[in-house]
C-alpha cells in the first residue's frame, strides 16, 4: 500500500508540474475572479436557545493569491496526500482522486453576540477534505459560545451548512434554509478553553459529513440528503461577545483536498 501510495504521489507531482510549466507558472493555482459579495451574519443557536434571524453584511474584498512551488509547496502537498490516503484506509473515504489547494490564511475580529461572519473563499467543492489549525480568542473572559469555524455548499440563497469548534469544547453542525436553522448537532471535541487552539479536519462526502480535532474522529453528521450537495467554501467567526473586539478567529495552514 505505501509503495503504490509514493507511486501515485510521484505521478500526481510530475503531472502537476508538467501542467504548471506549460502554463508559465510554478505552482497550480490562477489568479480567481472574484465572486459576489459573500459576507453574511447569522444569528446562531445554543443547547438551551433556538434563534432563527439573519442578518445581511456586502463587505468589499479582493482576494489574489499567489504561490509558488517549493519545497515547502510541496512538502504542504505530500502531507495532504497522506492525509487523505489515511481516511481512505479507515473507511472515511472511498477514493482518493482528486485535486489540492492551499488557502489563504483568514483572520477577523466580529464583536456581535451570539453571531457569526464569514468571507469566501475562491472554491466551490462538491465532496471534499479540509483541514487547517484555528485558533481563537475573545475580549472578555466569559463569553457565550465563540470560536472558529467553516461555512460550505453555500447557495446564491445564502442556504448553508456551517461546523464551529468552540472555546465550549463542542462542535457544532447547523444547516441553514431560508435563514432559518433546519438542523442543529452537537458533539463534545474536548475541554473548555476562552483562548484556545486545535487541529480541524472535516469531510464532507454526499450527506456525510464527518469531523476530526487534533486528529480524533469527533463525530459524523448528516446534512439533508440531495440538498446542497455543492456550493462556496467559506471560513467564519462566531462571536461570543460585543465588548471590545468581540471574538477573534484565526484560521492557518489551510488544506483542501476537491474529490473528483
Keep these: 500500500m505505501n509503495t503504490i501510495r ?21 505552482f ?19 443547547p438551551t436557545r433556538t434563534s432563527t434571524a ?9 482576494r489574489v ?11 504542504q502537498y505530500n502531507d495532504m496526500f497522506d492525509f487523505v490516503a489515511s481516511l481512505q484506509d479507515d ?3 472511498d477514493t482518493t482522486d482528486g485535486v489540492y489547494h492551499s488557502l489563504d490564511d ?10 457569526y461572519l464569514w468571507s469566501n473563499t475562491d472554491y466551490q467543492p462538491k465532496d471534499f477534505v479540509l483541514r487547517a489549525h484555528m485558533a481563537w480568542s475573545s475580549d472578555i473572559e466569559t463569553p457565550n459560545p465563540s470560536g472558529c469555524g467553516v461555512v460550505f455548499h453555500i447557495q446564491p440563497s445564502n442556504d448553508h451548512y456551517v461546523i464551529f469548534l468552540q472555546n465550549t469544547g463542542y462542535v457544532q453542525f447547523g444547516i441553514i434554509v431560508n435563514r432559518n436553522w433546519q438542523g442543529n448537532d452537537w458533539s463534545r471535541w474536548g475541554k473548555a478553553q476562552n483562548k484556545g487552539e486545535a487541529d480541524f479536519a472535516m469531510t464532507s462526502v454526499g450527506s456525510k459529513i464527518d469531523v476530526f480535532v487534533n486528529g480524533k474522529h469527533i463525530k459524523r453528521f448528516t446534512g439533508f440528503q440531495s440538498k446542497m ?11 461570543g461577545t460585543n465588548a471590545g473586539y468581540g471574538t477573534e478567529c484565526d484560521i492557518t495552514n489551510a488544506d483542501l483536498w476537491m474529490l473528483y
Excluded: E, R
Design 106 to 115: 483568514y483572520s477577523k475580529q466580529w464583536a456581535q453576540l451570539d453571531w
Design 229 to 239: 450537495t455543492d456550493g462556496v467554501l467559506g471560513f467564519t467567526v462566531l462571536s
Design 65 to 75: 493569491p499567489t504561490a509558488t512551488l517549493n519545497a515547502t509547496a510541496t512538502q
Design 54 to 62: 439573519t442578518k445581511t453584511l456586502i463587505p468589499t474584498f479582493t
Design 6 to 26: 509514493s507511486i501515485f504521489k510521484l505521478i500526481a507531482l510530475f503531472v502537476l508540474g508538467l501542467s504548471l510549466a506549460s502554463c508559465g507558472l510554478t
Design 28 to 46: 497550480a493555482k490562477a489568479t480567481p475572479t472574484p465572486l459576489p459579495p459573500t459576507a453574511t451574519s447569522t444569528t446562531v443557536p445554543t
Design 91 to 93: 473507511g472515511y473515504l
